[in-house]
């Protein structure tokens, strides 16, 4: 991987103005295709729920048809919630001590969180962590990538965006190897394009106020990333949150770039 660019644009507005929260749809410049190849993913996975109201892991990737179990290690019962741009609903409850299985059939893209420790803010797409959760700040949500051949996929070039607000357009993208992912700030602050801590790739750039800056992912994986300026990493938990202050508070400014081969 390299970072390619750097530069300022003051027709960012006109150039990435419709992103939308978790969609990988895309088209023109974008380079978007269906292609998305579960070859080499599992077909089950278990998210457990310690004993504090968060998901581990927070990101996986399953093959289309695969199935994840929900594992309650909680003192409290839990859902788990898909949020309304997933391409299937679904609601389970996860009592103390129990496990409950999802089927995931259809390729895409799934956010899911927890409605009894976090709200889905239907404006900014974002799940923020009600006051009293045991991570707060920290929101109780997670990512799946289901991948299999209609997955709408990015190739060659893709966008993000950050508004003039602390949060990145869209939460989660899935590109092929070799994509260029550029980022373009329509914020008046700059931000910043970190990976997270113990990652297998780390970078880190700045995305300048009104400008853009660019990366080509040439290796397969998950990668989270976060902006410093907005966010911290919290290493006992091992999860990004918000800094006080930050314009989306409590949600954290995250974002996660799935790269397949």
């Given amino acids: ?60 990737e399953i093959a289309a048809g695969g199935a994840v179990t929900f594992t309650n290690q909680d003192a409290d019962a839990h859902t788990v919630v898909s949020m309304p741009t997933d391409p299937v609903d679904f609601k389970l409850l996860v009592e103390s001590g129990k496990s409950v299985k999802q089927t995931f059939s259809q390729p895409g893209i799934y956010g899911y969180y927890c409605d009894a420790h976090s709200d889905y803010d239907r404006v900014t797409g974002l799940i923020k962590a ?41 939460l989660a993208i899935a590109v092929k190897r070799g994509t260029q992912v550029t980022w373009s700030n329509l914020d008046s ?13 780390q970078f880190k750039f700045v995305v300048p106020a009104n400008g853009q800056a660019s990366y080509t992912f040439d290796k397969a994986g998950i990668y989270p990333y ?29 974002g996660i770039v799935f790269v397949l081969p």
Wanted: proline letters at 6%; a negative charge; one cysteine or more.
């Fill in 1 to 60: 991987m390299k970072n390619l660019s750097t530069t300022r644009s003051l027709s960012a507005l006109a150039l990435f103005g419709a992103v939308a929260i978790l969609a990988s749809c895309g088209g023109g410049s974008n380079g978007s295709n269906s292609n998305g190849s579960a070859a080499g993913l599992p077909s089950t996975a278990t998210v457990t729920i310690p004993k504090a109201d968060r998901f581990e892991p927070f990101l996986l």
């Fill in 130 to 170: 009600k006051k009293g959760a045991d991570a707060y700040p920290i929101s109780m949500y997670g990512v799946i990538l289901v991948a299999g051949d209609s997955l709408p996929l990015y190739a060659e070039k893709a966008k993000i965006v950050m508004p003039s607000a602390d949060r990145f357009e869209p």
């Fill in 189 to 201: 602050d700059a931000h910043t394009v970190l990976t997270d801590p113990g990652e297998s790739l």
């Fill in 226 to 254: 976060f902006c410093d300026a907005h966010a911290t990493w919290n290493s006992e938990l091992k999860r990004v949150q918000a800094r006080v202050g930050s314009s989306e508070y409590p949600a954290a400014m995250e």
